[in-house]
């Protein structure tokens, strides 16, 4: 198993470009979340799902889109990059039973210029 | 309104001897907590975890415990190895009213563990 898999792993964007960042994982976890991690600080929740079709703005949303088609991928766009949203981002998965760990990809770092 | 907190940015610890990381949070809504550790360039990855109706928690070298009505938890490492060096972040979790859980992590501390 792959589990949580992560791209691009670096990417450098000019302000106003937009992107998505692809996250797909192969447990058939239904909850799938976005975190995104600014030097020095820990990581805050953007986005999370509870399964295919449904989605929640988490604490920092603002500038940010997703979408879940399918229990595997849960991509976050990204539409006019901000050098505010230079960020590493992390995508996350759990399986749907109370108390357990969420899961994560190896990250996106992210550069707004 | 950081609501876990983790005030020591680094400790260095020799090899063999316990290494403590320390977290304080505020919410009591946070039902279950976890450390996570994580090296330059990758993701965190989980180590130990406590529910908050336990105050202790054991995995070989890792222990996690809880001080509830202190709002304090900490990651005992014995004996610690030099693979040990990496950022351990602490992180509380509380259920989201559509389901799910949110985690709120602390800031990390790097441990250094020196021969």
């Known amino acids: 198993n792959a589990g949580v898999t992560q791209t691009p792993k670096f990417r450098i964007l000019k302000i106003g470009q937009s992107m998505t960042l692809q996250c797909a994982q192969d447990?058939?976890?239904?909850?799938m979340y976005w975190y995104r991690q600014d030097p020095g600080m820990g990581l805050k929740l953007i986005y999370y799902?509870?399964?295919?079709?449904?989605?929640d703005k988490g604490e920092v949303p603002n500038g940010y889109n997703v979408s879940r088609s399918t229990t595997e991928d849960f991509p976050l766009r990204l539409e006019l990059a901000a050098p505010s949203q230079t960020s590493v981002y992390f995508c996350?998965?759990?399986?749907?039973?109370?108390?357990?760990?969420?899961?994560f990809g190896d990250g996106t770092r992210l550069s707004i210029l | 309104d950081q609501q876990v907190k983790q005030n020591s940015p680094s400790l260095s610890v020799q090899e063999g001897r316990i290494s403590i990381l320390n977290c304080d949070y505020t919410n009591s809504m946070f039902d279950y907590f976890l450390w996570y550790k994580k090296y330059p360039a990758e993701g965190p990855t989980f180590l130990i975890s406590?529910?908050?109706?336990?105050d202790k928690n054991e995995d070989g070298r890792f222990t996690v415990f809880l001080n509830k009505s202190a709002k304090h938890l900490s990651l005992h490492i014995v004996p610690s190895q030099p693979g040990d060096s990496a950022v351990y972040f602490c992180?509380?979790?509380?259920?989201?009213?559509?389901?799910?859980?949110?985690?709120?992590f602390g800031t990390g501390t790097q441990l250094k563990v020196e021969l």
């Open positions: 447990m058939n976890h239904n909850y």
């Open positions: 799902s509870v399964g295919a079709g449904i989605t």
């Open positions: 996350a998965s759990r399986v749907d039973t109370s108390n357990q760990p969420q899961h």
């Open positions: 992180a509380a979790s509380e259920v989201l009213t559509g389901g799910g859980n949110k985690l709120t």
């Open positions: 406590i529910s908050s109706i336990k």
